[in-house]
């Protein structure tokens, strides 16, 4: 995996992968609650925010993270690229995700 892809335009290649090491999380009413259990810090997501959390186990790329808000989503495939641009980025920021060019093999 590396790290530090830019994201303001979004790689269709690229795979997002949960730091699972140092995360605990859990979906309540279809929003996805996220502890660092190293740092304290607390996050939550709305349900399109859970939908990618829940697609970032490295075996989906970004293309198919924006195919999947669209099938469930009434939004525009611009606006679905725009905000998983900025979601990523902001995980990415918090260290809660990184971004690799291949899949996780099973």
Same mark, same amino acid.
Request: no cysteine.
């Given at each position: 995996?590396s790290e %530090?892809?830019? *994201?303001?335009r979004?790689? @269709?290649?690229l795979?997002?992968?949960?730091?699972?090491?140092?995360l #605990?999380?859990?979906?309540?009413?279809g929003?996805?609650?996220?502890?660092?259990?190293?740092?304290?810090?607390?996050?939550?997501?709305?349900?399109i %925010?859970?939908l *990618?959390?829940?697609?970032? @186990?490295g075996?989906?790329?970004?293309?198919?993270i924006?195919a999947? #808000?669209l099938?469930?989503y009434d939004?525009s495939e611009?606006q679905?690229?725009?905000d998983l641009s900025?979601?990523?980025?902001d995980?990415?920021?918090?260290n809660? *995700?990184?971004?690799?060019?291949a899949?996780?093999s099973?």
């Amino acid at each position: 995996m590396s790290e %530090g892809y830019p *994201v303001t335009r979004l790689n @269709d290649g690229l795979y997002i992968h949960r730091r699972e090491e140092r995360l #605990i999380s859990r979906v309540i009413d279809g929003e996805a609650i996220i502890v660092d259990f190293k740092t304290g810090d607390q996050y939550s997501l709305n349900p399109i %925010g859970t939908l *990618v959390w829940e697609m970032a @186990d490295g075996a989906h790329s970004l293309k198919d993270i924006v195919a999947s #808000i669209l099938e469930r989503y009434d939004i525009s495939e611009t606006q679905a690229r725009a905000d998983l641009s900025k979601l990523v980025s902001d995980m990415e920021n918090e260290n809660l *995700v990184v971004l690799g060019e291949a899949p996780l093999s099973s």
